[in-house]
């Protein structure tokens, strides 16, 4: 990454940070949006808290889904899981055309307002970028390498943990990415159903008309998106780097 | 390396899928009764659910099916056999709402319970299972949508579901269903097209033009990480000021709040995977038939339009189905900052926890998402084979 990069990086996080703990300090940009002395800065909670519990959430999810998808991914490609596979692969292609929205507006019903079911929204919609990289990233272990491994003598579970694994993690790490990236906004629709998070901010601008609300509560998700997405794409690299070979691609 | 069957193999995947049958005929209620919209309901179990006969011949289907799918092993039978068994229960849940619904009660609320939906889930899987190793064609992958379409098209201009609480949301908003409906179409198909008339110049400019190529890609990657209802947001300001202050944006209906923003992000999310894949496709031709091309006398224009374009279309085309498929779902949210679409049903049913308002508004959108998927995977598998 040039300097430049990551100057620009440094400064943008250095914003997001001293907006969310002092948005006072910025009311002078937002006033001019404002009509009927409304409030130019989010007043009904902390902006800093809502960031943290929308991390929270998505970090929580996030995990859960990774386990579970990691494991399924282990599951259907081992010799005993095999059956499984083209139907997961099937599914992993429909499940991608149900759009996040119509998951988290399904569970309300199944399980009432809050955090809940914008947490089953997220995991379950999170599985499946990760699953499918696992997938990817599992079958995509040359045959030939694995030969080499079971001449070494190593067992079945020698050579997923000691060579498969590490061989996927960099492409099971970008869907982790992606996971996030897409949980990130589907936790922002989660204020419609009452979840704690950003959304409130751009939601409570909408209701009350308020562009300031809308604009500032958009800023701060935009920007934390591309932040913790650039982030984790230095951790994937880290990784492919590992492994001796560059990740391809400008992402 | 074959190995030595048993005559009577009993299927992993089948037997999940039996006992999920299993779980959702004897454990679960196949329809919810509420004595009107908004109260919660209870649970019947397929056996209360219908007429003695009715439930006896649904009861006989189902486990015929499970069984089926435990034993059978041609990709065909159990095909078949997941089809009679979805034959069976969409109907069977129609009929069962005119039966537990008291005769005259116009207050009454019948929906699918979670029986319902598990049996269905189950001949799902088994059908999607059976037509993944069956590896239909492009062709036949058409005409398994359009029997299934055809189907539930049938359906539901039967009146067989007429009954059932999500019909009679449908029913009494039948007008703004179809308005929303086109607007959906619009914003989603709309979008994609500007992002076409756009993105494919941009992508041809940055093939040319390496050093165009980073900072457009790096630009409308960005954008691709902005959260939809954050894009939204940001979008809301500036359109607002515009409709404020220049007559003529106000006067094309440009308003801070309303389709615009929408319709707007929704082109600018479209932007990456067109002129991405434009790049791709352009850079994927070989640089030979380039050169056999140019040795012909063609001229850089008839190249590209000949040549570059037709050889690069199946990429491209792949680039504009995930445009179509993440816009028709994206569109959903336009509804928040009142953009319309089916997303309208969506946060109404959210609002006012009716779950069949709810499913008024998503089902339509994972059907279109759907069938856009498979029929635009379908037309790149035909064209790939055209341009081989």
Known sequence: MSVRAVILRAAALLLLVAFVTAPQLFAFAFAPLTANNAPAIYNQGSLLALTLSHLRIVALATLAS?????????????????????????????????????????????????????FIALFLYGLLPIFENTLAGLTG?????????????????????????????????????????????????????????????????????????????????????VLIHDGLGLVERAAARRLGRPLDGTA | ?????????LDRLGSVIAGLIALALFASPFVTYRANRIVSGEGRLLVDALPPAGALVTIAVVLGVALCAAL??????????????????????GFSAGFVTPAGN????????????????????????????????????????????????????????????LMKEYANRAESFWREARQHLWLALGSMGAACLVGLPLGLASHRVPALRNAILQGLGIVQTIPSIALFGILIAPLGYLAANVPLAAALGIRGIGA???????????????????????SQVPADVIEAARGMGLSPRQRLAQIELPLAFPVILAGIRIVLVQNLGLATIAALIGGGG?????????????????????????????????????IIDLTRRGAA
């Open chain 2, 1 to 9: 390396m074959p190995t030595l069957r048993p005559t009577l193999h």
């Open chain 2, 260 to 282: 615009a923003p929408a319709f707007i992000a929704l082109f600018l999310y479209s932007l990456l995977p067109v002129v991405a894949n434009t790049m791709a496709g352009l």
């Open chain 2, 106 to 165: 116009t207050f009454a609320r019948v929906s699918p319970a979670i029986g319902f939906w598990l049996l269905a889930l189950a001949f799902a899987l088994l059908a999607t299972d059976a037509l993944t190793r069956l590896r239909l064609g492009p062709w036949g992958r058409l005409a398994a949508l359009s029997i299934a379409a055809g189907a539930l098209a049938l359906l539901l201009l039967s009146g067989a579901w007429n009954d059932l609480s």
């Open chain 2, 72 to 93: 059978a092993r041609k990709p065909l039978v159990r095909l078949a056999a997941a089809s009679l068994g979805l034959c069976v229960i969409f109907p069977a849940v």
């Open chain 1, 141 to 225: 272990v040359s045959p030939r390498t694995l030969e080499a491994a079971k001449g070494m003598g190593m067992n079945a579970r020698q050579r997923l943990w000691q060579v498969e694994l590490p061989l996927a993690l960099p492409v099971i790490l970008a869907g982790i990415r992606l996971s996030v990236i897409i949980s990130l906004g589907t936790a922002t629709i989660g204020s419609t159903v009452a979840a704690k998070g950003l959304g409130e901010v751009i939601i409570a601008g909408l209701q009350s008309n308020n562009v300031a609300f809308i604009l500032q509560g958009g800023l701060v998700v935009a920007l934390l998106a």
């Open chain 2, 342 to 378: 089916f997303g309208t049903f969506v946060f109404q049913g959210i609002g006012q926890t009716a779950i069949d308002l709810v499913l008024l508004g998503a089902i339509p959108t994972v059907a279109l998402s759907f069938a856009a998927a498979i029929i635009l995977d379908a």
């Open chain 1, 66 to 118: 990774t386990v579970l998808a990691v494991a399924l991914g282990i599951f259907v490609t081992r010799p005993k899981g095999r059956e499984f596979l083209p139907l997961s692969r099937s599914l992993v292609n429909i499940g991608q055309t149900f759009p996040p929205i119509a998951v988290l507006a399904i569970a309300v019903p199944l399980v009432g307002f809050g955090e809940k079911p914008t």
